[in-house]
T-cell receptor, first 114, second 111 residues
Framework: DAGVTQSPTHLIKTRGQHVTLRCSPI?????VSWYQQVLGQGPQFIFQ???????GRGNFPDRFSARQFPNYSSELNVNALLLGDSALYLC?????????????FGPGTRLTVL | LAKTTQPISMDSYEGQEVNITCSHN???????ITWYQQFPSQGPRFIIQ???TKVTNEVASLFIPADRKSSTLSLPRVSLSDTAVYYC????????????FGTGTRLLVSP
């Protein structure tokens, strides 16, 4: 079975631009979470979606938004990019909302903002 | 969410046992302890989770003392491929799934 997939793998943007990152969860998984990982630090929680509804939001500005589609795939959108948005963006999926340990992470999208 | 403290880095050699200790002094009654492993340019991978005493799986063991204010991840007979960053997380099982990662412990295994 395929794991969590993310696209694109790498992306280069300039300040002020907008970016859309995509995630396909493991088949049958209904929950998708997004994390930002800046070089040298641990991942930081951005959003969680379950059954197409936002169930959690981390401490990120409104420039960050996300949505989940009927097939449970998800998009993360970032507007008005800043240099500090350069990071590895990770998507994680899990079967249900209530299972703390069973989150499966994708390989991430490396975003570079110039 | 309980704050965790881990060593920034550790060095080991192939075949040795590695023990990484995590401090979580303000762990709550409902909190579980979970460890993740992350290789460069990859997402974290779940290793092991426990509540108290000892938990063992095919990859590692987790030792939790009675007061639960710390925990130790034990990796038996490490190999070069165990070189990675290891994160200790503490949080309530169930419900909201926000994982709170610290800076982790960077383990370097040498030949």
């Amino acid at each position: 079975d395929a794991g969590v997939t993310q696209s694109p793998t790498h992306l280069i943007k300039t300040r002020g631009q907008h970016v859309t990152l995509r995630c396909s969860p493991i088949s049958g998984h209904k929950s998708v979470s997004w994390y930002q990982q800046v070089l040298g630090q641990g991942p930081q929680f951005i959003f969680q979606y379950y059954e197409k509804e936002e169930r959690g939001r981390g401490n990120f500005p409104d420039r960050f938004s996300a949505r989940q589609f009927p097939n449970y795939s998800s998009e993360l959108n970032v507007n008005a990019l800043l240099l500090g948005d350069s990071a590895l963006y990770l998507c994680a999926s899990s079967l249900e909302l209530a299972q703390y340990n069973e989150q499966f992470f994708g390989p991430g999208t490396r975003l570079t903002v110039l | 969410l309980a704050k965790t403290t881990q060593p920034i880095s550790m060095d080991s050699y192939e075949g040795q046992e590695v023990n990484i200790t995590c401090s979580h002094n303000n762990i709550a009654t409902n909190d579980y302890i979970t460890w993740y492993q992350q290789f460069p340019s990859q997402g974290p991978r779940f290793i092991i989770q426990g509540y108290k005493t000892k938990v063992t799986n095919e990859v590692a063991s987790l030792f939790i003392p009675a007061d639960r204010k710390s925990s130790t991840l034990s990796l038996p007979r490490v190999s070069l491929s165990d070189t990675a960053v290891y994160y200790c997380l503490v949080g309530e099982f169930g419900g909201f799934q926000k994982l709170v990662f610290g800076t982790g412990t960077r383990l370097l295994v040498s030949p």
